[in-house]
């Protein structure tokens, strides 16, 4: 019985994320939700306190499913995890290894994202990560991380202020990302300049920092439910 109801747990988390995936298109998750900065701390308390209780909820119930499954079932009910196993791959809920590419994105060496507005042009922002993942996923990349986050086709890409959240957890610069896909074309598609007119144009004028490299030994972790917004606090907005 117990066994029964974790794969239908399991089945019921997986469902949700290949309905998320199968129907959305890349382009419109990651769209830009700025938000004033007089709004910050209000937001921040909020995505805190939210995304712990999420993360809490997320860790127990994977964890009662892992132990769950350990037990002895039927071939069936083998065959069904079997299958589980596989939709958890697909839908970036696995870890995966492999050939792929490497991304820096960097601001320029002199900005000071700290004190400089949220349009300047010598700094990264959320829409030049959206718009790299979105190649990345349309020249057919396997998984994408971003500074160790699986990036899945819902991940949402925001900022608040110069913060950029990925997953609902705060990155910062240099954004290393990662995609398990096949080296050649993903790069070269990359370093077409058509492709990312903003982000090379920003490079030659502003310093930006952008560069790419093929990589024989990749490994991007799993999508694994942290909302937790890392080192994020009203006092680094400042």
């Given at each position: 019985m117990l066994q029964r109801l974790a794969l239908g747990i399991t089945g019921l988390l997986i469902g949700v994320f290949t309905f998320s995936q199968y129907h959305s298109i890349p382009l419109g998750p990651f769209r830009d939700q700025y938000q004033p900065n007089a709004d910050r701390e209000a937001i921040l308390k909020t995505l805190n306190d939210e995304q712990e209780r999420l993360k809490n909820q997320i860790a127990d119930l994977r964890n009662w499913i892992e132990q769950t499954q350990k037990s002895e079932g039927s071939s069936d009910e083998i065959d069904q995890i079997k299958i589980l196993k596989e939709l958890e791959k697909r839908n970036g809920l696995t870890s995966l290894e492999g050939k792929g590419i490497g991304i820096i994105l960097d601001d320029s060496p002199d900005a000071k994202r700290a004190f400089l507005d949220v349009n300047d042009n010598s700094l990264v922002h959320a829409a030049d990560l959206r718009d790299v993942i979105n190649l990345l996923f349309v020249d057919g990349a396997a998984a994408i991380a971003i500074n160790g986050e699986r990036i899945l086709v819902t991940s949402p890409i925001t900022c608040v202020g110069n913060?950029?959240?990925?997953?609902?957890?705060?990155?910062?610069?240099?954004?290393?990302?990662?995609?398990?896909?096949?080296?050649?074309?993903?790069?070269?598609?990359?370093?077409?300049?058509?492709?990312?007119?903003?982000?090379?144009?920003?490079?030659?004028?502003?310093?930006?920092?952008?560069?790419?490299?093929?990589?024989?030994?990749?490994?991007?972790?799993?999508?694994?439910?942290?909302?937790?917004?890392?080192?994020?606090?009203?006092?680094?907005?400042?």
């Open positions: 913060n950029i959240l990925v997953n609902n957890s705060n990155l910062v610069p240099p954004f290393k990302i990662e995609a398990l896909g096949s080296p050649e074309a993903l790069y070269l598609n990359i370093l077409n300049t058509g492709q990312l007119p903003s982000l090379y144009g920003r490079k030659e004028t502003y310093g930006l920092q952008f560069s790419i490299a093929i990589q024989n030994d990749l490994e991007i972790p799993a999508y694994d439910g942290n909302f937790a917004i890392k080192n994020l606090t009203p006092e680094s907005l400042s």
